[in-house]
């Protein structure tokens, strides 16, 4: 397999030496052809990265292609200006319960579908996975009825009703993202040996005792896929916390953006380092976790 | 252990589903409790088709949406799967510079891709010397808002299809070379074929990827001028504005219909070889 697509000559001599040779100009244009489309994906962010290092005075004067100016203070007048502590705080407030809660609830529906064989465990699971691939725009009209009628206690939200706060929403992240993680979670705790839990059952373990202790220690390695790609999806959560919060002092950094675009309106270099900023923790994700985040997005497609 | 999942995703997924459809028959002013409302049947229905002015723009764009995803961004993505799934010196690094977008949410992508697009500052503009308002104007909007997804999608695609790739048989591609195969013609009449799950999985995701296509939009301009697609169109029938209560959700019953046909493959697909 070491020939481009597009080379015949490969059908003509199927040989192995053939295979070996490293440096075919098929080869060479393949190497181009991906350097040029890797430059070309890298670019917008390497272009945000620059431009946030460089002073708004010199780019006003010389356009924003061109060399110098060099500066670090954007990032410090991005996070001042855009209160980026609050938001973070925000998006912490959110992100940790919302995933600790999705595990929690995902790993509860896999362990009973895939250590029991009931009749409706699969529709069950068919209930739970659908339940994610809806467009939750469609929701939203009952779900904004729902949390403006529900009282919650004053020390939980100010306003008194589950509307505009930060526990809405690490409710209706959980609802969604359970079923994703349930399925995911099901299809690796089908291949954990049934004997297992009938030595369980004969060491008079619960049913419970052998979901905490037993299954989940387990499951480890999904666990943590699914915590790291939770981790992102619901720090990347933009619409239910846009439509669900409305002061502007609660939303989480990802929503945030929306009001930030005024405030840095006129000010590009502003504008690149508040992105860099709120790409951090993501791409710090992609370059600490990235198995993890990989093997997370693909165990939903490839079974197992 | 199923009770408290099932009460959470059913009272705030399902139940405000099925409430969508419901309310879509119905004329409800929003205040006070449902009883208060009128069953009107199929009026909002005919009003979003005929009286709405928004609405079939905004379905066109979606529909553009879908096909630039299906015939550009996702055969783009599973191209480039299966060229770095040949033995190549630094294929890591292209998957990473592919899939980097993947982790930044629309939202950002919008926003970074404003240093781009934008008629005053961005880098399109400055290189090649044109005025044009690439996110403002409603000649290009669409087309500039495609290009900033797709920037994402094709990593996306190239991911998943990648994996899928990975987990073909191996001996099917030497039996193939054996037998005098071109990789092309190996690719198209072996592998392409046994992956049809994947396959399958890939058309889902992108369909509903389009249905539900909103942030990257919402960042822009709030899907006006030009930017209008079904999920904004629901969305701001609902914040702020109460009156249209049973409208939106006809809007929202839209979606849902058009999202369950896909819901149903996506299931039948995975869940299949299952009890």
Known sequence: MSTLALDTSRAVDPSPVVRKKRTTPARRLLHVFLIVVSATWLFPLLWALYNSFRNYSYTAIHGYASFGGFTVSNFTNAWKQGDFTRHFLNSAVITVPAVFLTLLLSSMVAFVVSRFSYKFNLALLGMFTA??????????????????????????????????????????????????CAFVLSNYMKTIPMELYEAADVDGASVFRQWWQLTLPLCRPPLAALATLEVTWIYNEFFWATVLLQSGDKFPITSSLNNLQGQFFTDFNLLSAGSIIVALPTLIVFFLLQKQFVSGLTMGSTKG | MVAIPSIVVIGLIWLPAISSVVLSFTRWNGIGNLSGSDFIGLTNYRNVAANYPPFWPAMTHNLIWLLVMFFIATPAGMFLAVLLDKEIRGSRFYQMALYMPVVLSLALIGFIWQLIFSQQNGLLNAVTGSNIDWFGDQRYNLWAALVATSWRQVGYIMLLYLAGLKAVDHSLREAAAIDGCSESKAFFRVIFPVMRPINIIILVVTFIESLRAFDLVWIINRGRNGLELIATLVTQNVVGEASRIGFGSALATVMLLISSGFIVIYLRVVMKGDR
């Open chain 1, 131 to 180: 339940a994610n691939l809806l467009p939750p725009q469609a929701l939203l009209i009952p779900i904004y009825r729902m949390f403006r009628a529900i009282p919650v206690p004053l020390w939980v939200n100010d306003s008194g009703t589950l509307l505009n706060s930060l526990w809405g929403l690490v409710a209706i992240n959980t609802a969604f993202q359970t079923g994703f």
